[in-house]
């Protein structure tokens, strides 16, 4: 059945799950949506000191509770954005892709050769929300106009969040990743033309990452007893910013 509106993605046989596929040499990596499944893993990552030191937000310590949470928000942001395309395919079936207000897939998944996969880490678009200022006042001033441009505005900022498994990092699946999603999906599907990212300044790793995919370093945000759930102290965020040409 042809499924324009749901280009580029493609459909598991089997499954029927949508995804986009990494290109080589990371074309054993597919991106899905989230699947409660994946709850024992995610939080067996978020227990892991090797990820956690870098994340602000998750609890800590992560229980199984904390997973399921944020599989059901997950799963009802993306199940969401699926039910637009479908929408979308059945009032314009032979039109040009709608634009809509996010990304149906986000987990990375490395398939095996028997079929199996196995859940890596997560990248998501999200409007931006300033984590960078402490100020309520001032943080609710930017977010709130943010947050209530139309879908499609080449005004809206955008901001990324990820992490990938720690036995994965270090091989280019992430800037891959975000690459992808960026050419394939949050340009032509989300009209996405402004993106803000704020990496830990001792987070050297994140910020390459960015910088390859042609982020600009801005300034740098100084905390004073910042500190994360996991109890680590955070000095400040460095803030880039990736512009449509």
């Known amino acids: 059945m042809s499924k324009p509106q749901f280009h580029p993605l493609q459909f598991d046989a089997r499954t029927g799950e949508p995804f986009l596929r990494l290109p080589s040499p990371h074309d054993n990596i597919v991106i899905t949506p989230p699947r409660f499944s994946d709850a024992p893993t995610i939080a067996s990552y978020m227990n892991d000191p090797a990820l956690y030191k870098w994340l602000d937000g998750p609890p800590f310590p992560y ?10 928000k997950a799963k009802q942001s993306t199940d969401a954005v699926f039910q637009e395309l479908q929408r979308a395919n059945e009032e314009h079936p032979d039109g040009p892709p709608a634009v809509v207000s996010a990304c149906p897939v986000r987990i990375l998944r490395e398939v095996r050769a028997d079929g199996t996969d196995l859940f890596l880490g997560d990248v998501m678009f999200v409007r931006e929300r300033w984590p960078d200022i402490m100020d309520a006042h001032e943080k609710e001033s930017l977010a709130m106009p943010n947050a209530e441009r139309p879908v499609g505005d080449p005004g809206i900022i955008w901001c990324i969040g990820d992490y ?4 994965h990092q270090g091989r280019g699946i992430m800037t891959a990743a975000i690459r992808t999603l960026i050419q394939e999906w949050a340009i032509p599907r989300m009209g996405v033309r402004l993106i803000r ?24 945000t100084p905390f004073e007893n910042k500190i994360l759930n996991s109890g680590r102290e955070i000095k400040g965020m460095d803030i880039l910013w990736w512009r449509a040409e």
């Open 63 to 72: 229980l199984p509770q904390h997973a399921d949470f944020w599989l059901d």
């Open 164 to 167: 990938i498994a720690p036995s």
């Open 197 to 220: 990212v704020e990496t830990f300044t001792d987070n050297i790793g994140s910020r390459r990452v960015f910088e390859k995919l042609g982020f600009v370093y801005e300034s740098t």
